[in-house]
């Protein structure tokens, strides 16, 4: 029988855990659900955002929780570039994204991805880094709580928070909905196409990019050119588990696939039968609830 | 105020319209009747700019708009509702008609305008919280014709505002129509329901195989027996 605190202990970080999952999912969604682009290359950039974090630790002496709004600014850019640069050929002047498109942005997002994690591995090496940031731990009863993994949950659920209300509340946020829902009409309501597409996929790279800020405090030895490959197929279950274009969807779906992979190990099953079970998951959401678990 | 000159049009290789000119004087509402497929629906596309004209012009308050897109229109104040209503399903009613003051021309107004669309429609106001999908068929052309009106604009396009609804709320949105006329407001709309439209608007073309084959005042329109040759005659 599993011990109860340390079952406890897993499902606290397992929850932080799931929020910083939630902003990196955020950031897969925001992109999918608006321009229908599925990013291959999601992994790779959670991956720049994680080394984005190392090197201002390194260089300036930022925490990680210091390197997210430099990460998000840089992910912006780098979203406009990505945008402009692959995606706008594809989808300008259409008024419905056709799977052909969605063909076409699939495999130039997985030739990005190749070349940047080979980049990736031919500059910062095979060699695992990490930042050591470790503000102290609270105890709640038998249960201590890593205060760096906490403010990294808090901001997390901010970023949430605050994505979901630009979206909700204004102008330029419902432009991006009407837009996902039906380019043609949002062109009739005066909202320019492009714009919308661009601003949308900066905005997803933001979030990556700010996610792989977050995620450092979990990785105190771990960065690695490869962790992309953990932690993308982690965003697509997510994203599918809470909805494509669903915002709380990902916090759902991140808290979900958090505990589910920090606590089965408690129970004596083994990290990587955790997270096969996480995404067996799937199976039956997209049997029974295509749209995902939220209504 | 608008005018549309030689225009040609089609999807692809399918041409559609056939030199159609066509206009819609200040202040009158104008009406396009014709059977299913006449071309109808992309005369009103190509004003939006949803559809690219092949030859011909389109010219709004003296400027031409051919080549403007689509979403530089509203700002000239064109607003549609279009085919089918196109609202944006998973957003609330309110949404919807918040989107429509989108451009700075609506946006300056959006409060007051969104008051004059509940008065006109008061029904919209109870409904305001629930997602435009999930709204009645009467209820989403009141959504579709107030988003439009949200844009202020100066003239106003309607695609087949009675499609699907019953026919005691198809005389309350055209009597809501000739209210926004009486205000000022240009109206040009495609309608099937050929009889009631002419009824309330001014001037009348008849459209037949992408062309317009007659067109006149509405009083010289309302022939039943020459309306009836236009439908259902070959040639």
Redesign the interface.
């Known amino acids: 029988m599993a011990d109860l605190g340390l079952v406890a202990a897993d499902l606290v970080v397992g929850l932080m855990l799931g929020c910083v999952f939630a902003v990196i999912a955020h950031g897969l969604n925001v992109i999918w659900g608006v321009t229908k682009v599925v990013n291959v290359a999601h992994g790779e950039f959670i991956m720049l955002g994680a080394y984005g974090a190392y090197y201002l630790n390194l260089y300036l002496g930022f925490n990680p929780l210091l390197s997210v709004p430099v990460d998000a600014a840089i992910g912006i850019g780098v979203g406009f570039l990505f945008y402009f640069g692959l995606l706008h050929r594809e989808l300008r002047g259409k008024?419905t994204i056709t799977r052909e498109s969605e063909m076409v942005t699939l495999v130039a997002t997985f030739g990005l991805s190749l070349i940047l994690s080979n980049v990736a591995l031919a500059i910062f090496k095979g060699d695992a880094v990490g930042i050591r940031w470790a503000p102290e731990t609270l105890a709640l009863g038998p249960v201590g709580v890593p205060l760096g993994g906490l403010y990294v949950a808090i901001s997390s659920v901010a970023i949430i928070a605050i994505s979901d209300l630009f979206l909700?509340r204004t102008?330029l946020g419902?432009?991006i909905?009407?837009y996902s829902?039906?380019i043609?009409?949002?062109?009739?309501?005066?909202?320019?196409?492009t714009r919308i597409a661009a601003i949308a996929t900066a905005i997803g790279f933001g979030l990556t990019m700010a996610g792989g800020a977050l995620l450092t405090v979990w990785l105190p030895v771990g960065i690695t050119p490869l962790i992309g490959s953990t932690y993308a197929p982690i965003s697509f279950v997510i994203v599918v588990l809470g909805g494509p274009g669903k915002m709380w969807g990902s916090l759902l779906g991140g808290l979900t696939l958090g505990i589910l992979i920090d606590v089965l190990p408690a129970f004596g099953i083994s990290t990587s039968i955790a997270v096969a079970v996480a995404f067996l998951i799937l199976i039956p959401v997209l049997l029974f609830a295509r749209e995902g678990i939220l209504r | 105020m608008l005018q549309l000159d030689h225009i040609d049009a089609g999807y692809g290789p399918v041409q559609v319209l056939g030199s159609v000119s066509l206009a819609a004087q200040e202040g009158s509402i104008t009406v396009i009747v014709g059977p299913n497929g006449a071309g109808k629906s992309t005369i009103l596309k190509v004003i939006?700019?949803?559809v690219r004209p092949t030859g011909g012009h389109v010219v709004f308050q003296e400027r031409d708009i051919t080549a403007l897109?689509?979403?530089?229109?509203?700002?000239l104040g064109i607003?549609?509702c279009?085919e089918g209503r196109?609202?944006?399903?998973?957003?609330t009613a309110e949404?919807n008609l918040?989107?429509?003051a989108?451009?700075p021309r609506?946006?300056n107004a959006a409060d007051a305008t969104m008051e004059y669309v509940y008065r006109l429609f008061p029904r919209l106001r109870e409904r305001a919280g629930v997602k435009a999908g999930r709204l009645s068929g009467g209820e989403q052309q009141m959504v579709g014709i107030g988003?439009a009106l949200m844009?202020k604009p100066s003239i106003l396009i309607l695609d087949e505002p009675s499609l699907g609804l019953a026919p005691k709320l198809v005389s309350e949105i055209f009597a809501k129509i000739q209210e926004l006329r009486k205000g000022g407001l240009t109206v040009l709309m495609v309608e099937q329901n050929a009889y009631a439209a002419l009824r309330i608007a001014d001037f009348g073309y008849v459209m037949q195989n992408g062309q317009v084959v007659r067109s006149g005042p509405t009083k010289d329109l309302l022939d039943l027996e020459a309306l009836r040759r236009d439908y259902f005659a070959t040639g």
């Open positions: 008024e909700s102008y419902n432009a909905r009407a829902q039906d043609g009409a949002a062109q009739l309501m005066g909202i320019n196409p | 939006t700019g949803l897109p689509a979403h530089d229109r509203p700002a607003a549609s279009p196109r609202l944006f399903p998973l957003l949404t918040r989107l429509g989108y451009t609506g946006r988003r844009a």
